[in-house]
């Protein structure tokens, strides 16, 4: 089934500065990839998201980029502010599995004043 | 739109009693409802897909008899964690897709403590 790997597991970045988040996934079927972001005891919040006939998706301060021939895709902040700071998981959904995601361990990013 | 609602928010309950979830989503109907636990520092790991008007579909490794899904309406899918142990303390949410292209809308959580 799919595996999604993601890194880094933590991240700290001066406000005002860049933060990448990769992840890989393993079944190159998989055709959607969100991004979520979670707050302490919070539900998961989609920022952005990309499908498999796309290579890029921006929105603001946020972008994603996805490479199918390699499997992966990467998160894009920046400008970073301190409210960026949380959570977040990318996620695959496998094709015709009924849409279920399969996520990736998550990153705790930290944005230092 | 796209509103998922997830009942009770936090729940204590005692060792091999039984405890029911409900996710409703409000503002749409949901044929297909996804259950995921998530341990403390840990990320979502999908339990189950709920199915309205048939059986869930279990992830390998989860036990079917202990957490029992119900989805009987296109608004409503119930996850029951039966005879629960302190090991079964998690936070439980639910997700649905509610097709507007927007993703995944996701429940507010449960926070599942068994002492």
């Known amino acids: 089934g799919e595996n999604v790997e993601q890194h880094p597991s933590t991240l700290s970045v001066q406000e005002g500065d860049s933060a990448v988040i990769k992840c890989t996934y393993s079944?190159?079927?998989?055709?959607?990839f969100p991004w979520y972001k979670q707050e302490l005891g919070k539900r998961p919040q989609l920022i952005i998201d990309?499908?498999?006939?796309?290579g890029e998706k921006k929105d603001q301060r946020i972008a994603v980029t996805l490479n199918k021939t390699a499997k992966h895709f990467s998160l894009h902040i920046t400008e970073t502010q301190p409210e960026d700071s949380a959570v977040y998981f990318c996620?695959?959904?496998?094709?015709?599995?009924?849409?279920?995601?399969?996520f990736g361990q998550g990153t705790e990013l930290s944005v230092k004043p | 739109g796209a509103v998922v609602s997830q009942h009770p928010s936090r729940v204590i309950c005692k060792s091999g009693t039984s405890v029911k979830i409900e996710c409703r989503s409000l503002?749409?109907?949901?044929?297909?409802m996804f259950w995921y636990r998530q341990f403390p520092k840990q990320s979502l790991m999908l339990m189950a897909t709920?199915?309205?008007?048939?059986?869930?579909?279990?992830e390998q490794g989860v036990e079917k008899d202990k957490f029992l899904i119900n989805h009987a309406s296109l608004t409503l899918s119930t996850l029951t964690v039966t005879s629960a142990h302190p090991e079964d303390s998690s936070f439980y949410i639910c997700s649905a897709d509610n097709r507007e292209g927007l993703g995944y809308t996701f429940g507010s959580g449960t926070r599942l403590t068994v002492v």
């Open positions: 079944d190159s079927a998989s055709n959607y």
């Open positions: 503002d749409f109907q949901a044929t297909t």
């Open positions: 990309i499908r498999s006939n796309v």
């Open positions: 709920s199915n309205e008007g048939s059986k869930a579909t279990y």
């Open positions: 996620a695959a959904s496998p094709y015709n599995q009924g849409g279920k995601l399969i």
